[in-house]
């Protein structure tokens, strides 16, 4: 006799325990918010203010003074060497730093750049969250995770207010994701928060006003 | 108005005087009480330990006794958590279809005191006077099991000179939990220790709640420390007039 | 910790009773994290139809386990991931050791996962001679003290300041460590980068399985998971086989009750989703490790299978009072408070843990918190009646006075004379306990586990219902009397 599989024997103990389940995945309840009631104006500001809560900068900038805008909080930063995701808009690679563009670099050459600049995929205001799907222009993972200083580009049009309103929104579900909600703390030593264990410590956002 | 009193078999042996209070009370509001002799227990205490047989047994009683009750009044939110939460259960896995319907019929007409007053008779002033600072421990049945809600607080705040004193942590539960107060001592003297700052902390003279069960525990506590801080049951304290205030002789 | 060989709950809690040092970080942490989860979700309009709905999925996917496990597999396969099935704890540990000889692995990194406790494998690592290295900053204190998690979300809230100074300054070489929590922090970010860029393998567990695009989320809060998970060259998966949700869709309901339950935040600091492996960017050899370890027994259970609905969030915990006592450690298990107290001893398939189900007031509020709904004390009550049925067959139970006791009971209050005759007995009986104040401070056997912190006032010389009869026949005798006048 073959001997079953694990797959199989465990299948087989499932598919017992279950027997036929009626339950069809669209009758399922689904009335919480799906979308909030905020305008554009103070969903932006909703978005800037749970960002500041995480300590995170929020500037806004016209997309016409974006390369500026980026050029001065890169100088405020007081950091000189960043990476560049291979999509990054040329213009946003401002004069006067030393940039590294993400040509396979190794993890030793990213870790000795100071900060990293990316777009970004979508923001949600409820929870401050900032998504990347690490699209060319977002990067790798590992760009926006050994550095120390993150600046990040955010659209206007990219921010809801609900995560509903994201799903909703996500064409296809991407293959890589990464929710950021704040620089990463820890809970750990008698319930105090702290900056700084892994991950970017300084999250810089800029939120392009492309809705004007 | 009639209805039937299921004493419970712990009032009956260690808290008499709450049924008496009860029985005051509910003549005082026009009630016609009757009392059956054949009752013994609900069966909370063998079902929540694991005797589920048991329970069973207890439940199929206390429901055939009923049967034609016009309605019964329980002076404990535990015992009717255990007749509306477990019940149908037990009756599904042990009893018959004859059993589940009358038990069907027989719930709606189960009431713990506080709901009976509030929902049944429509009665928040039932004429109580109690010239003395209370705090109330809600029981933990009482709030989540049968959504008591603000019951006991509308009657407590209709009694004559009462002072009523909010407690901390409210909804924290005292560490009774039935056998639990035994099968894990320790725990729950840790879990007394807790709720006891709390009810001290009010400054009171009385604690009361739906259940003795709880009062039993904290009150055995009180003893213990020697302190003044009393423990009486709701009924008590609704059950006590000027003409007969808690404490005469009756 | 193993369920197997810790000691019955009631014992394991004696020590820590008296440690108040622990018990005060327990009530403190949890009634922390209570508060910020009890803000948030008053803050959160749609909390109830939020809940509505994680709980309808979960339910909705363990009916369906098998279906969305084929599917997962399928895609994860898909996306360039190899899925492997464990029946139990000693093939998962297994399969996770061929995969790391295969990778010639010397050393892991590991997210925490409760799974890989729940299957003892940092022992089997080590036996292998492969280095487990904990990331997690509270399972780093905890691996690095040689000591055991005591909570679900903050493991090592039972460690103060001093005492992780003194770990870290003894185990990392660092004597000039001071105990501010910023400068430990520091000195841990420092140890564990090293790590994080040389080691190759990493074990992480997850909080779900996407079945339409076999992909995995873990959350977290530190970013070591965002590490392990993207510098090394092979990633292994290890997760329980009820992780699975339907569709990423199904994240928007999951995500918004985690967060809050377990942290009290609106949203965890950092979220990862991958699928399989994408070229250039993280690991490229993947592994999915999917564990049934007494699951899918669970699974067939009407009234237990609700357990499986948990996405270990600890809210739980961080409401029951029996914990804010005890902590973690009580339970002797990976797996503590409401929700380890009913999983514990159904991964033990009811020979071990037993004593878990009694660690209950059965006060409720766990259930009250449960962001999908978990039934816990409903479970807790099923669960001690199967311990009560494997007593009835034991000679032992003779010998127990509680079962002793609850037959005798059962037996009383078959019938109203009985009853009332044990009432007499009782009575009798408690006069030799009672004090002249009408008290009774000490008895015998099971009495004395409540007279050793409370008193028992004398049971009344008259019953309730001795009163009611005595209050009917006067007064039917004054009716009679009534009637003879007339």
Same mark, same amino acid.
Not at chain 2, 18 to 24: E, K
Not at chain 3, 144 to 157: F, R
Not at chain 3, 306 to 311: G, K, N, R, W
Not at chain 3, 442 to 471: K, Y
């Given at each position: 006799?073959?001997?079953?599989?694990?797959?199989?024997?465990?299948?087989?103990?499932?598919?017992?325990?279950?027997?036929?389940?009626?339950?069809?995945?669209?009758?399922?309840?689904?009335?919480?918010?799906?979308?909030?009631?905020?305008?554009?104006?103070?969903?932006?500001?909703?978005?800037?203010?749970?960002?500041?809560?995480?300590?995170?900068?929020?500037?806004?900038?016209?997309?016409?003074?974006?390369?500026?805008?980026?050029?001065?909080?890169?100088?405020?930063?007081?950091?000189?060497?960043?990476?560049?995701?291979?999509?990054?808009?040329?213009?946003?690679?401002?004069?006067?730093?030393?940039?590294?563009?993400?040509?396979?670099?190794?993890?030793?050459?990213?870790?000795?750049?100071?900060?990293?600049?990316?777009?970004?995929?979508?923001?949600?205001?409820?929870?401050?969250?900032?998504?990347?799907?690490?699209?060319?222009?977002?990067?790798?993972?590992?760009?926006?995770?050994?550095?120390?200083?993150?600046?990040?580009?955010?659209?206007?049009?990219?921010?809801?207010?609900?995560?509903?309103?994201?799903?909703?929104?996500?064409?296809?579900?991407?293959?890589?994701?990464?929710?950021?909600?704040?620089?990463?703390?820890?809970?750990?030593?008698?319930?105090?928060?702290?900056?700084?264990?892994?991950?970017?410590?300084?999250?810089?956002?800029?939120?392009?006003?492309?809705?004007? | 108005?009639?209805?039937?009193?299921?004493?419970?078999?712990?009032?009956?042996?260690?808290?008499?005087?709450?049924?008496?209070?009860?029985?005051?009370?509910?003549?005082?509001?026009?009630?016609?009480?009757?009392?059956?002799?054949?009752?013994?227990?609900?069966?909370?205490?063998?079902?929540?330990?694991?005797?589920?047989?048991?329970?069973?047994?207890?439940?199929?009683?206390?429901?055939?006794?009923?049967?034609?009750?016009?309605?019964?009044?329980?002076?404990?939110?535990?015992?009717?958590?255990?007749?509306?939460?477990?019940?149908?259960?037990?009756?599904?896995? @042990?009893? $018959?279809?004859? +059993?589940?319907?009358?038990?069907? /019929? %027989?719930?709606? =007409?189960?009431?713990? #005191?506080?709901?009976?007053?509030?929902?049944?008779?429509?009665?928040?002033?039932?004429?109580?006077?109690?010239?003395?600072?209370?705090?109330?421990?809600?029981?933990?049945?009482?709030?989540?099991?049968?959504?008591?809600?603000?019951?006991?607080?509308?009657?407590?705040?209709?009694?004559?000179?009462?002072?009523?004193?909010?407690?901390?942590?409210?909804?924290?539960?005292?560490?009774?939990?039935?056998?639990?107060?035994?099968?894990?001592?320790?725990?729950?003297?840790?879990?007394?220790?807790?709720?006891?700052?709390?009810?001290?902390?009010?400054?009171?003279?009385?604690?009361?709640? @739906?259940? $003795?069960?709880? +009062?039993?525990?904290?009150?055995? /506590? %009180?003893?213990? =420390?020697?302190?003044? #801080?009393?423990?009486?049951?709701?009924?008590?304290?609704?059950?006590?007039?000027?003409?007969?205030?808690?404490?005469?002789?009756? | 910790?193993?369920?197997?060989?810790?000691?019955?709950?009631?014992?394991?809690?004696?020590?820590?009773?008296?440690?108040?040092?622990?018990?005060?970080?327990?009530?403190?942490?949890?009634?922390?994290?209570?508060?910020?989860?009890?803000?948030?979700?008053?803050?959160?309009?749609?909390?109830?139809?939020?809940?509505?709905?994680?709980?309808?999925?979960?339910?909705?996917?363990?009916?369906?386990?098998?279906?969305?496990?084929?599917?997962?597999?399928?895609?994860?396969?898909?996306?360039?991931?190899?899925?492997?099935?464990?029946?139990?704890?000693?093939?998962?540990?297994?399969?996770?050791?061929?995969?790391?000889?295969?990778?010639?692995?010397?050393?892991?990194?590991?997210?925490?996962?409760?799974?890989?406790?729940?299957?003892?494998?940092?022992?089997?690592?080590?036996?292998?001679?492969?280095?487990?290295?904990?990331?997690?900053?509270?399972?780093?204190?905890?691996?690095?003290?040689?000591?055991?998690?005591?909570?679900?979300?903050?493991?090592?809230?039972?460690?103060?300041?001093?005492?992780?100074?003194?770990?870290?300054?003894?185990?990392?070489?660092?004597?000039?460590?001071?105990?501010?929590?910023?400068?430990?922090?520091?000195?841990?970010?420092?140890?564990?980068?090293?790590?994080?860029?040389?080691?190759?393998?990493?074990?992480?567990?997850?909080?779900?399985?996407?079945?339409?695009?076999?992909?995995?989320?873990?959350?977290?809060?530190?970013?070591?998971?965002?590490?392990?998970?993207?510098?090394?060259?092979?990633?292994?998966?290890?997760?329980?086989?009820?992780?699975?949700?339907?569709?990423?869709?199904?994240?928007?309901?999951?995500?918004?009750?985690?967060?809050?339950?377990?942290?009290?935040?609106?949203?965890?600091?950092?979220?990862?989703?991958?699928?399989?492996?994408?070229?250039?960017?993280?690991?490229?050899?993947?592994?999915?490790?999917?564990?049934?370890?007494?699951?899918?027994?669970?699974?067939?259970?009407?009234?237990?299978?609700?357990?499986?609905?948990?996405?270990?969030?600890?809210?739980?915990?961080?409401?029951?009072?029996?914990?804010?006592?005890?902590?973690?450690?009580?339970?002797?298990?990976?797996?503590?408070?409401?929700?380890?107290?009913?999983?514990?001893?159904?991964?033990?398939?009811?020979?071990?843990?037993?004593?878990?189900?009694?660690?209950?007031?059965?006060?409720?509020?766990?259930?009250?918190?449960?962001?999908?709904?978990?039934?816990?004390?409903?479970?807790?009550?099923?669960?001690?009646?199967?311990?009560?049925?494997?007593?009835?067959?034991?000679?032992?139970?003779?010998?127990?006075?509680?079962?002793?006791?609850?037959?005798?009971?059962?037996?009383?209050?078959?019938?109203?004379?009985?009853?009332?005759?044990?009432?007499?007995?009782?009575?009798?009986?408690?006069?030799?306990?009672?004090?002249?104040?009408?008290?009774?401070?000490?008895?015998?056997?099971?009495?004395?586990?409540?007279?050793?912190?409370?008193?028992?006032?004398?049971?009344?010389?008259?019953?309730?219902?001795?009163?009611?009869?005595?209050?009917?026949?006067?007064?039917?005798?004054?009716?009679?009397?009534?009637?003879?006048?007339?």
């Amino acid at each position: 006799m073959m001997p079953t599989s694990s797959r199989q024997a465990i299948l087989d103990r499932i598919r017992a325990a279950t027997g036929g389940d009626a339950s069809n995945y669209a009758d399922l309840p689904r009335n919480y918010i799906h979308r909030g009631p905020l305008d554009n104006a103070s969903r932006l500001r909703l978005m800037a203010e749970r960002l500041r809560e995480y300590g995170a900068e929020v500037v806004e900038s016209s997309i016409a003074e974006l390369p500026g805008t980026i050029a001065r909080r890169l100088q405020s930063s007081g950091r000189h060497v960043f990476v560049a995701p291979t999509g990054l808009p040329a213009e946003w690679l401002s004069t006067g730093f030393t940039w590294k563009v993400d040509h396979q670099l190794s993890h030793d050459e990213i870790e000795h750049c100071d900060g990293v600049v990316t777009a970004s995929f979508a923001g949600v205001a409820d929870s401050g969250t900032i998504i990347l799907h690490h699209s060319p222009a977002e990067g790798r993972r590992v760009l926006t995770l050994l550095p120390d200083f993150h600046l990040c580009i955010l659209r206007a049009s990219q921010i809801v207010e609900t995560l509903p309103e994201y799903f909703a929104r996500c064409p296809q579900s991407p293959r890589l994701a990464t929710y950021v909600s704040g620089p990463r703390a820890t809970a750990d030593i008698e319930m105090t928060r702290i900056k700084g264990v892994h991950g970017p410590r300084f999250l810089s956002v800029i939120i392009v006003r492309d809705d004007d | 108005m009639r209805a039937s009193l299921f004493i419970t078999c712990y009032n009956d042996t260690l808290f008499p005087e709450t049924g008496r209070a009860v029985v005051r009370l509910l003549e005082r509001l026009g009630v016609e009480l009757d009392f059956l002799p054949a009752q013994t227990c609900c069966g909370q205490m063998h079902a929540n330990t694991g005797f589920r047989a048991e329970a069973f047994s207890q439940a199929r009683r206390f429901v055939q006794l009923y049967r034609d009750a016009e309605c019964v009044v329980i002076p404990s939110s535990s015992c009717v958590a255990m007749i509306r939460d477990q019940y149908s259960g037990l009756f599904e896995e @042990l009893g $018959n279809e004859e +059993l589940r319907k009358q038990f069907a /019929a %027989l719930l709606p =007409r189960v009431y713990e #005191l506080s709901e009976f007053l509030t929902d049944k008779l429509g009665a928040e002033d039932v004429g109580a006077y109690f010239p003395h600072r209370v705090t109330y421990h809600a029981s933990c049945h009482g709030l989540r099991g049968l959504h008591v809600g603000d019951r006991p607080f509308r009657l407590l705040k209709n009694v004559r000179s009462l002072e009523l004193v909010s407690l901390a942590n409210l909804e924290r539960c005292c560490g009774f939990g039935g056998t639990f107060s035994v099968k894990n001592a320790e725990v729950s003297t840790a879990m007394l220790d807790a709720k006891l700052t709390d009810v001290l902390a009010t400054d009171a003279d009385y604690c009361t709640a @739906l259940d $003795n069960s709880c +009062l039993m525990h904290l009150g055995g /506590a %009180l003893h213990r =420390r020697k302190k003044s #801080l009393q423990t009486i049951h709701i009924a008590g304290i609704l059950a006590s007039t000027m003409d007969h205030p808690h404490g005469a002789t009756p | 910790m193993d369920p197997r060989v810790a000691p019955p709950f009631p014992t394991a809690a004696l020590p820590i009773l008296q440690n108040m040092q622990l018990r005060k970080n327990v009530a403190h942490a949890t009634d922390v994290i209570q508060a910020k989860r009890n803000n948030l979700v008053a803050e959160k309009r749609d909390w109830h139809e939020l809940r509505t709905s994680a709980a309808a999925i979960r339910a909705h996917v363990l009916a369906n386990l098998g279906t969305y496990l084929e599917q997962f597999e399928t895609t994860c396969t898909a996306a360039g991931g190899t899925v492997h099935w464990a029946r139990d704890a000693a093939e998962a540990r297994a399969i996770i050791l061929r995969i790391l000889r295969e990778e010639n692995a010397t050393e892991v990194i590991k997210i925490k996962t409760m799974t890989s406790a729940e299957i003892q494998l940092n022992p089997a690592l080590e036996a292998a001679g492969i280095a487990a290295i904990e990331t997690d900053l509270a399972e780093l204190i905890l691996q690095l003290g040689e000591d055991e998690p005591s909570h679900i979300v903050v493991p090592a809230l039972h460690v103060n300041r001093r005492q992780v100074r003194d770990i870290f300054a003894q185990r990392m070489g660092l004597p000039e460590l001071s105990d501010d929590p910023e400068a430990l922090t520091a000195a841990a970010r420092a140890y564990l980068r090293r790590k994080f860029l040389s080691v190759p393998t990493a074990i992480s567990g997850a909080n779900f399985l996407i079945a339409e695009t076999g992909s995995v989320v873990i959350v977290e809060s530190e970013g070591n998971g965002r590490m392990c998970l993207t510098l090394p060259r092979t990633l292994i998966t290890l997760a329980g086989i009820e992780k699975v949700l339907p569709r990423f869709a199904d994240l928007e309901v999951l995500l918004q009750v985690l967060a809050r339950s377990a942290t009290g935040e609106r949203m965890n600091p950092y979220t990862s989703l991958w699928s399989g492996i994408t070229p250039s960017d993280g690991p490229q050899r993947f592994h999915v490790v999917l564990l049934d370890n007494g699951r899918s027994e669970i699974l067939g259970r009407k009234v237990e299978r609700q357990t499986l609905q948990c996405i270990r969030c600890g809210a739980c915990m961080n409401t029951c009072p029996v914990y804010r006592q005890t902590g973690g450690h009580a339970y002797g298990s990976p797996y503590a408070g409401p929700i380890g107290a009913i999983l514990t001893p159904q991964l033990e398939h009811m020979q071990h843990a037993q004593s878990l189900p009694y660690a209950s007031s059965l006060c409720g509020a766990c259930y009250e918190v449960c962001p999908v709904k978990i039934n816990i004390p409903e479970v807790l009550i099923e669960l001690r009646a199967q311990v009560v049925n494997q007593e009835r067959s034991q000679p032992s139970r003779w010998f127990d006075p509680m079962y002793l006791g609850m037959k005798a009971a059962n037996f009383v209050f078959a019938g109203a004379a009985r009853f009332r005759l044990a009432q007499r007995v009782g009575h009798l009986a408690l006069r030799l306990f009672t004090g002249k104040d009408g008290w009774i401070r000490r008895l015998p056997s099971l009495g004395a586990r409540w007279t050793m912190s409370r008193d028992l006032r004398a049971l009344p010389d008259q019953t309730f219902r001795d009163w009611w009869a005595t209050r009917e026949a006067s007064a039917t005798r004054e009716a009679s009397q009534h009637e003879e006048r007339r």
